[in-house]
T-cell receptor, first 116, second 114 residues
Framework: EAQVTQNPRYLITVTGKKLTVTCSQN?????MSWYRQDPGLGLRQIYY???????DKGDVPEGYKVSRKEKRNFPLILESPSPNQTSLYFC???????????????FGPGTRLTVT | DAKTTQPTSMDCAEGRAANLPCNHS???????VYWYRQIHSQGPQYIIH?????ETNEMASLIITEDRKSSTLILPHATLRDTAVYYC???????????????WGAGTKLIIKP
C-alpha cells in the first residue's frame, strides 16, 4: 500500500529538549516536504527536498532542520524546541514538481507536538 | 499573501451536489489550481487540479471560469463522509528565490447534513 508514515504521532516535550520526527514514504518519490498547521490556518511549508541531499527552506524554517540522506526518509529535527513550535506537523511526498505544476502530494497522518 | 479566497463554511444536504467556490483573481497564466480536503485533523487528501479546462475525476468536477479568476469544485452526490475542510490552492513562484510553492489558505469547512 502506498503510504507516508510519520513517527511519533503524538509527542509532549519540554523546551530545549532536542527531538526528531521521522517521515518515510514507499512510493519512490523524489519530492518530500514538511508542513505545520496551526488552528484555523492552512498548511505552511517548513522545508522541502527535491531529491537526496537536496533540501531548501519553505516559508517557516526557523527553529527546524531536515536531512535527506535516503530517498525514502525525510526527518524533521527540532534542536531546541520552544512553545511556539507546538503545532500539528505533516510530511508529504510526490513526484518531482515541474515549474508551476505540482503532482498529487501524499500526506502522512500527522504528528501532534506539544512543547511546554 | 493569500492567493485564493474561499467562504469560511458551507452546508449541503446529503445526496445533493456540493458546490464550493474559490476566487483566485490574481492567478497567472501558467499557475494551476489544486483542490485538497482534510477530514478532521488527518493528512490532506488530493482531489483534483486544473489549468484552463474543466476537469472531472471519480471524486469531483472542477469548473474554471474562462478568465480563470475563479473556480468551483463540485461534489456531485455529497455523503456524510464528505464533511471536511476543502482547500483551494495555487502554486506560485516565490519572490525570494523564484522557486514554486503551494499556497494554502484557511479553506472552506463543508458540513454535509443528513
Amino acid at each position: 500500500e502506498a503510504q507516508v508514515t510519520q513517527n511519533p504521532r503524538y509527542l509532549i516535550t519540554v523546551t530545549g529538549k532536542k527531538l526528531t520526527v521521522t517521515c518515510s514514504q514507499n512510493m519512490n518519490h523524489e519530492y518530500m516536504s514538511w508542513y505545520r498547521q496551526d488552528p484555523g490556518l492552512g498548511l505552511r511549508q517548513i522545508y522541502y527536498s527535491m531529491n537526496v541531499e537536496v533540501t531548501d527552506k519553505g516559508d517557516v524554517p526557523e527553529g527546524y532542520k531536515v536531512s535527506r540522506k535516503e530517498k525514502r526518509n525525510f526527518p524533521l529535527i527540532l534542536e531546541s524546541p520552544s512553545p511556539n513550535q507546538t503545532s500539528l506537523y505533516f510530511c508529504a511526498s510526490s513526484r518531482i514538481p515541474s515549474g508551476s505544476f505540482s503532482y498529487e502530494q501524499y500526506f502522512g497522518p500527522g504528528t501532534r507536538l506539544t512543547v511546554t | 499573501d493569500a492567493k485564493t479566497t474561499q467562504p469560511t463554511s458551507m452546508d449541503c444536504a446529503e445526496g445533493r451536489a456540493a458546490n464550493l467556490p474559490c476566487n483566485h483573481s490574481t492567478i497567472s497564466g501558467n499557475e494551476y489550481v489544486y483542490w485538497y480536503r482534510q477530514i478532521h485533523s488527518q493528512g490532506p487528501q488530493y482531489i483534483i487540479h486544473g489549468l484552463k479546462n474543466n476537469e472531472t475525476n471519480e471524486m469531483a468536477s472542477l469548473i474554471i471560469t474562462e478568465d480563470r479568476k475563479s473556480s468551483t469544485l463540485i461534489l456531485p452526490h455529497a455523503t456524510l463522509r464528505d464533511t471536511a475542510v476543502y482547500y483551494c490552492i495555487v502554486r506560485v513562484r516565490r519572490e525570494m528565490d523564484s522557486n514554486y510553492q503551494l499556497i494554502w489558505g484557511a479553506g472552506t469547512k463543508l458540513i454535509i447534513k443528513p
